[in-house]
């Protein structure tokens, strides 16, 4: 017993040796005694340099897009379709005949008109003739003014006579022309509801031509936003199908009524469409630019709200900086805020989950390996 008591002084240091040396595993390596400030790693999806963007703010707004130009062509006569010449999503050009109609009886009727008026002339051109040679008789006293008034009132019948067969004859062409259906203006056959043989009555459909260079959309605004509004604004908006492509169009007309269900005021925006991307009946949402700037932006992701007020955290020489939010215009479609003060062009900002990191905190910027 009096032994181990004098060998115990001597183990000590090195029990407090070994017990050191254990405690060192796992701690990242000293300088100067001091132990390594630990890093916070993350992903590069986790920030944003702040830089300029062409913000755009205003009231959304939805509906569907229609073209501005197109024409439903209905029949103006009774009868049988003899011919069809276009299919639908056909170009066609202005002027262009699209279907015919039969038009027997009428080339008849026109044929007889035509017949009218060379006869009603003939009597007009005598009755003129023979009003001038009265009229000479009259002057050497050969005979009566009883004559002259005759053979003037006999001019005047055929003069009318002559009136109403050219009218009649105009009125025979006009229905001849609706047997052919013709296309107003250059554009493609959207609806080609009528084949040939079918026999169609007046104000039966035959076929639908639209203009696709440019088209419209028919939308409604809050009256909140009444007096920002106005003719030329700009319109961005975005249609399913086009998810990466931006539209632009421009407020055209606004209605000086609101609706009285919605209570909201309807407007109608022109959307240029020369490449004919955009076809009608998609459904499309965006917003007016009631206010627009190239402006120093932040996307919404960076904006930390869970205080009072809304904080940044930035990171600069490798460290978080918690510094409030100056926030200006909001661009909804971009999802992206102008700040107004305390960054610069250049910096980096937290987004999403590590936004709220605590200040003075070591970040690495990367992926772990």
């Known amino acids: 017993m009096t032994r181990t008591d004098a060998r115990s002084p001597a183990l000590l240091p090195a029990l407090l040796l070994l017990v050191g040396a254990a405690a060192a595993c796992g701690q990242a390596p000293a300088s100067d005694g001091v132990p390594a400030e630990s890093e916070l790693s993350i992903a590069p999806e986790n920030v944003a340099v702040v830089a300029f963007q062409d913000l755009h703010s205003g009231p959304s707004i939805s509906g569907t897009l229609e073209p ?91 003069d009318a006579g002559l009136a109403e067969a050219e009218s009649r004859l105009i009125a025979a062409r006009k229905q001849l022309d609706k047997t052919e259906i013709r296309a107003p203006f250059a554009g493609i056959v959207s609806v080609r509801p009528a084949n040939a043989g079918d026999v169609v009555q007046p104000g039966t459909p035959l076929a639908t031509v639209i203009d696709p260079s440019s088209m419209q959309l028919k939308a409604a605004i809050p009256l909140e936003a009444l007096d920002s509004i106005r003719a030329g604004l700009r319109v961005d908006f975005s249609v399913p199908g086009y998810e990466s492509r931006l539209f632009t169009g421009t407020v055209a007309r606004i209605n000086p009524s609101v609706d009285p269900v919605t209570r909201q005021l309807p407007v109608t925006i022109t959307i240029p469409n020369p490449g004919g991307a955009l076809v009608a009946g998609l459904f499309a949402e965006g917003r007016l630019s009631v206010r627009s700037g190239r402006l120093l932006a932040v996307p919404f992701a960076a904006l930390d709200l ?64």
């Open 306 to 369: 869970r205080g009072a007020a809304p904080v940044l955290t930035v990171l600069r020489a490798g460290r978080t900086v918690s510094l409030p939010a100056s926030l200006g215009l909001r661009d909804e479609a971009l999802e992206m805020v102008e700040i107004t003060a305390g960054l610069v062009e250049g910096d980096t900002v937290l987004l999403g989950s590590v936004r709220g990191t605590a200040a003075g905190t070591l970040v690495r910027v990367g992926r772990d390996r």
């Open 68 to 158: 501005t130009r197109q024409a439903s062509l209905r029949a103006e006569i009774g009868g049988p379709i003899l011919e069809v010449r276009v299919e639908a999503g056909q170009r066609v050009s202005a002027g262009e005949l699209l279907l015919r109609l039969d038009d027997t009886a009428l080339r008849e009727g026109v044929r007889s008109a035509e017949s009218a008026v060379r006869v009603n002339r003939d009597q007009a051109d005598l009755g003129r003739r023979n009003l001038e040679r009265a009229e000479r008789l009259a002057a050497a006293g050969a005979i009566a003014d009883q004559s002259v008034e005759q053979a003037r009132a006999t001019r005047l019948g055929a």
